[in-house]
């Protein structure tokens, strides 16, 4: 008699997820070095000094105004990002914003992912690949440069 466990199930739900082994492997991605999805560490790094020159800007022109800090980051990041694929944070730290497919994000790509960061939830929803729901709204990813 055959029985469940020898034909499978969907009910089993999505395969284990030891099969990848680092982020980015099932998205043909190295697991160091160039190419491969930037860490938590580097990207925590980036969001600091990108947010440590927009206060620096706030300060002094908008008396450190919460709101005019928020928005200046953001235009930063689309500005910045859908021209050159990364921040100035970004850059120190060298990563890139690339779509899947290695091409640098573009303006509309920017501006939602970065409307995305600003409301700061949709960054810390990761998958196992370290993309949060900002960066697979528009089929993108952090990479190492």
Request: hydrophobic share 45%.
């Amino acid at each position: 008699m055959v029985n469940r466990d020898e034909l499978g199930s969907w009910l089993d739900g999505p395969p284990p997820s030891g099969e990848q082994q680092w982020p980015g492997q099932r998205l043909g991605r190295p697991e160091a070095g160039p190419g491969s999805i930037a860490r938590f560490g580097p990207r925590a790094g980036a969001l600091l000094v990108d947010w440590l020159i927009c206060s620096l800007a706030s300060a002094a022109f908008f008396q450190y105004d919460a709101l005019a800090t928020l928005f200046i980051f953001l235009v930063e990041q689309v500005l910045l990002v859908g021209f050159f694929g990364y921040s100035i944070g970004h850059r120190v730290f060298r990563m890139q914003v690339q779509t899947l497919d290695g091409r640098p994000a573009g303006y509309l790509t920017a501006l939602i992912r970065s409307v995305l960061v600003c409301l700061v939830v949709p960054a810390l929803i990761l998958d196992a690949d370290q993309r949060g729901v900002h960066d697979r709204v528009r089929g993108t990813a952090l990479f190492r440069i």
